[in-house]
Each structure stands twice: as structure tokens, then as C-alpha cells.
T-cell receptor
């Protein structure tokens, strides 16, 4: 099956720093990628949808200036958490779609972010 | 706005038992319904995907059913094993391929 690679798996950073998370589709072209956030013992919440070559669409309540998303190529999307604070500590996970509407999505392995 | 609920929130069963996990969704205008498995601190593993036109899907010991009109899906696990212990998530796919996830069921299968 299709593979989505997410890096890093975990990161610890100081408050105020920025953290970049990469999501790559290894064996298919991902026209659309999704970014989710999951707090402990809660379900995944969609943060934003990114389409290759265009601006991301953010869900209500997600700050676009804080969570910068870039989808510059068909195989790579990045999420940058800018000026991270302890409340941003969470599990971030991406998923990718090959473009056919409503087809199966493939998920990365997730990134655990801890902000001190 | 789609809301997805899973019952029970947690379940503990002895090895070998058959079990059913429930998922309900408020908006029946979905394209498909997916079941995932998530191990602690890990990503998601896709288990089964049921298209809106289908009634069920089977994979090994897993069987998922979908009743769109009533807004329900079930995941049946036969002959449970300790390795099945994980959190199981269902997700409904709406417009623009957006998934709305359920609250999850934490399953523990004991020896």
C-alpha cells in the first residue's frame, strides 16, 4: 500500500522556538494533504487541508499565522509551529490523498511535540 | 456539522471473545466510513473502508457494517487476541475528503 512518511517522530523544544514537521508521500503523488492534532485521550481534530501549489484551508479556530503549512510539491507538505508554547504540545499527524475524491487516505506515523 | 460518537469508550475482554464496537454519525451524507487502529503514541493503521453504497466489508477477523440511513457503523472483531489491544477509531468522510473522527474505543484484550 501507499506510504506516507512523517518526520520527526518526536521533538522537544523550548517555548518561543519554531518547529517544522515534514510529511512525504513516498510512492504516490499527493494532491491533497491533511494535518490533524490529537491531545491526550482525545480524537484527531482536523487542523487544515493543503493542496499542492495553493494556500492551505484552515479549520475554524486554527490560527493560520501560528501553524504555517506549505505544500510546494506533490510529495511534500510541511507544518511549522511558530513560536511554540506549552499549550501547543500535542500529537500532530498528516494524511495524504492521491486526488481521487473520497478515496482511502494514508496516514503518517505522527509527531509528538513537547514544548517546555 | 458532522459529529461522530463511539461507544463504549473503553472495553476490556478476555482473549478469544468476540466483540462489537459501535460508531454513530449525525450526518448521513457521507462518502465512506473508515475504521482505524491506533497504538499508543503511534499513527493510524487503516483497517476497513466501507463506501456509502456498501453494507459491509471484511478483512480476516474483522467485519465492519454500515447503515447510512440510521447513521451507524459497527466493527466486529472475532476471536480477540491480546495483540488486538489498541484504540479503534471510526471516521466519516464528508465533502472535500475531510474525515471527522470519532472519540475512539480503547480495547484491552487480556490473557
Amino acid at each position: 500500500g501507499a506510504v506516507v512518511s512523517q518526520h520527526p517522530s518526536w521533538v522537544i523544544c523550548k517555548s518561543g522556538t519554531s518547529v517544522k514537521i515534514e510529511c512525504r508521500s513516498l510512492d504516490f503523488q499527493a494532491t491533497t494533504m491533511f494535518w490533524y492534532r490529537q491531545f491526550p485521550k482525545q480524537s484527531l481534530m482536523l487542523m487544515a487541508t493543503s493542496n499542492e501549489g495553493s494556500k492551505a484551508t484552515y479549520e475554524q479556530g486554527v490560527e493560520k499565522d501560528k501553524f504555517l503549512i506549505n505544500h510546494a510539491s506533490l510529495t511534500l507538505s510541511t507544518l511549522t509551529v511558530t513560536s511554540a508554547h506549552p499549550e501547543d504540545s500535542s500529537f500532530y499527524i498528516c494524511s495524504a490523498s492521491g486526488g481521487t475524491a473520497h478515496e482511502k487516505l494514508f496516514f503518517g506515523s505522527g509527531t509528538q511535540l513537547s514544548v517546555l | 456539522k458532522q459529529e461522530v460518537t463511539q461507544i463504549p469508550a473503553a472495553l476490556s475482554v478476555p482473549e478469544g471473545e468476540n466483540l462489537v464496537l459501535n460508531c454513530s454519525f449525525t450526518d448521513s451524507a457521507i462518502y465512506n466510513l473508515q475504521w482505524f487502529r491506533q497504538d499508543p503514541g503511534k499513527g493510524l493503521t487503516s483497517l476497513l473502508l466501507i463506501q456509502s453504497s456498501q453494507r459491509e466489508q471484511t478483512s480476516g477477523r474483522l467485519n465492519a457494517s454500515l447503515d447510512k440511513s440510521s447513521g451507524r457503523s459497527t466493527l466486529y472483531i472475532a476471536a480477540s487476541q491480546p495483540g488486538d489491544s489498541a484504540t479503534y477509531l471510526c471516521a466519516a468522510t464528508g465533502t472535500a475528503s475531510k474525515l471527522t473522527f470519532g472519540t475512539g474505543t480503547r480495547l484491552q484484550v487480556t490473557l
